[in-house]
């Protein structure tokens, strides 16, 4: 599975932003697509994920209720909205899927940034 995100940007608190992530490839080697981010100096963490095969959703406490994981499959996209922003929302947003077979996520795309302005 290749991935590609995109959409990020520059945004003040409170703001709201849409990134993307176009994908293609065999997504049925793959069980979900995830959203992760990672803040300057810190760790890579987990913000949301969207199975392929019935939608299903699951979030990060710290973005629940906040953002949204969506997908296109006739546009082969997937979407993260993202709703009062933070500042602590500021990183690199990164999409990857899954791999069936491990259960872990091999598959990576190039990060976006998003900055959230205080």
């Known amino acids: 599975v290749q991935l590609q995100a995109s959409g990020g940007g520059l945004v003040q608190t409170g703001g709201s932003l849409k990134i993307s992530c176009k994908y293609s490839g065999r997504t049925s080697s793959s069980y979900a697509l995830g959203w992760f981010r990672q803040a300057p100096g810190k760790e890579r963490e987990f913000v949301a994920s969207?199975?392929?095969?019935?939608?299903?959703?699951h979030y990060a406490d710290s973005v629940k209720g906040r953002f949204t994981i969506s997908r296109d499959s006739a546009e082969n996209t997937a979407y993260l909205q993202m709703n009062s922003l933070k500042p602590e929302d500021t990183a690199v947003y990164y999409c990857?899927?899954?791999?069936?077979?491990?259960?872990?996520?091999?598959?990576w795309g190039r990060g976006t940034l998003v900055t959230v302005s205080s």
């Open positions: 969207i199975t392929w095969s019935n939608s299903r959703e």
């Open positions: 990857a899927a899954d791999n069936r077979a491990t259960m872990m996520y091999e598959y």
